[in-house]
């Protein structure tokens, strides 16, 4: 038995596990079903006894091949993306202590916008382990945004300015869209409907190269993710409470950054920039299970990845055989339930 005094501790280390647990299976089990229907879903019919049918042939089977060519990279997409962004807009918001920050709020967003749009209007035509130049363009960008902010914000003091950071970015993100504004008016007819279709938010993803090539950078922020709940929730609080409880404050500030940053830089080379779910998820899961981060970031993780898989879904159905972006989706979705958010606070 702990002594007496212990037992309030005992009792919220019992409690926080209790409710990871139920915020794990509920979440969980939302995503789970998305990713099971999800695939099964589409402008053309598909019959599941066929797609997994011995007797035909995988080059004869054409359920088979929408099921597994088509729709299961984009569900997969579609879940990695939706994780990313949310998880990052977890981080963006408690590192810069803003409710409104997101993964567009330092300019990486842009960054990678920026290469994408260079690649499709100069035609680059380089492939690097399987990637095409689009998305390895657009990933290039991001980290020379997130290089430039972060740059800015050490100049001229040993650890980040979270000030420096916000301002910066909302500046650096003016310039750069600034610049893909040029590069829009110079590029002709038909890089300019590619630019506009690919700033719209894609899904679009014909194989699983795309996939493993932004599994990579994702794999490495989870690791930096996975060492933050509980300083996050002494930084919402103010750096200096969180360096007066022993946490390294510069450092801790550097893996947040870098890890959003690259599953931000990961997302948008796989899908484009998707908004709003950076901002409205972390909102919602905050809502469900409250201010803890050891709550909020798994949580945002499978509601980002449900989220996004149904916009798909939405965007790929509504409007058959038409598909519409699924940036164009999550706006509609996220831009009510935000400004309902916004008014429940106050």
Avoid: K
Avoid at 329 to 335: N, Y
């Amino acid at each position: 038995m702990p002594p007496t005094a212990d037992l309030p501790a005992v009792d919220r280390r019992r409690g926080l596990r209790t409710r990871f647990v139920w915020t794990i299976l509920g979440f969980g089990l939302a995503l789970l079903v998305a990713l099971l229907l999800a695939p099964t879903i589409g402008s053309t019919p598909i019959r599941l006894s066929q797609v997994f049918s011995r007797s035909i042939p995988y080059a004869d089977n054409i359920d088979a091949q929408i099921f597994f060519v088509a729709r299961v990279p984009r569900v997969l997409a579609a879940a990695l993306v939706g994780a990313a962004f949310a998880v990052a807009g977890v981080v963006f918001q408690a590192l810069l202590r803003n409710p409104l920050a997101s993964p567009d709020t330092l300019g990486v967003s842009a960054g990678a916008s920026l290469g994408a749009m260079l690649a499709i209007t100069f035609n680059a035509d380089i492939t690097l382990f399987g990637l095409s130049t689009v998305p390895l363009a657009s990933f290039a960008g991001s980290l020379g945004a997130l290089a430039i902010v972060y740059g800015l914000s050490v100049v001229r003091r040993s650890g980040t300015s979270t000030m420096v950071l916000l301002l910066g970015g909302v500046t650096l993100t003016a310039l750069l869209s600034a610049i893909m504004g040029f590069v829009q008016f110079m590029a002709d007819f038909t890089q300019t409907f590619r630019n506009v279709r690919w700033m719209m938010g894609s899904l679009d993803v014909a194989s699983y190269s795309p996939i493993l090539g932004a599994l990579v950078p994702m794999l490495l922020a989870s690791a930096g993710f996975a060492t933050l709940p509980r300083v996050l929730d002494l930084l919402s609080v103010g750096a200096d409470a969180a360096a007066s409880r022993g946490v390294d404050v510069a450092r801790t500030e550097r893996i947040a950054l870098v890890s959003a940053s690259l599953a931000t830089g990961a997302a948008v080379s796989l899908a484009g920039p998707v908004s709003f779910v950076g901002i409205v998820v972390p909102h919602l899961v905050r809502l469900i299970v409250g201010a803890d981060h050891r709550l909020v970031l798994p949580g945002s993780a499978l509601l980002g990845a449900t989220l996004l898989i149904v916009c798909d879904v939405v965007a790929r159905t509504i409007m058959a055989p038409l598909e519409l972006p699924v940036g164009i989706v999550t706006a509609v979705v996220g831009s009510p339930v935000f400004l309902w958010l916004l008014f429940r606070r106050q």
